[in-house]
């Protein structure tokens, strides 16, 4: 059985869906990101806006009582950019990151 490892170079969901293994991974690690509490008030979040700055995510997060470590807040992040849920944009001028949701993201609007 493949391992994590095994698709560390994947970029895309159609290399994931070249192989039964990779598609079991990518649903599996899917489940993962929108099933766990933090990362479903990430995605809420970020959905109910069109884009939004990590600052402002992390402030809303924070003042939420939702987590209050940035550590926690990265893990989390990159679990959704992996998992395709959010996408990351970098606003090279002003070295800003920004996040919109992606349309598997948007899953969220059934999970209420």
């Excluded at 809303?60 to 893990?75: A, G, P, R």
């Excluded at 679990?79 to 395709?84: E, R």
Aim: glycine share 2%; charged share 30%.
């Amino acid at each position: 059985m493949p391992d994590e490892s095994d698709f560390k170079n994947y970029k895309t969901m159609e290399q994931y869906s070249k192989t039964v293994e990779g598609t079991r991974y990518l649903h599996d690690l899917y489940l993962k990101a929108v099933n766990h509490p933090i990362r479903r008030e990430i995605l809420n979040i970020v959905n109910g806006t069109k884009r939004i700055s990590k600052n402002d995510l992390v402030k809303k997060l924070s003042d939420d009582n939702i987590l209050d470590d940035e550590y926690v807040f990265n893990y989390n992040m990159d679990f959704l950019i992996k998992a395709f849920c959010i996408q990351s944009i970098k606003v090279e001028k002003s070295n800003e990151i920004y996040y919109e949701i992606t349309q598997s993201g948007k899953v969220v609007d059934f999970l209420k």
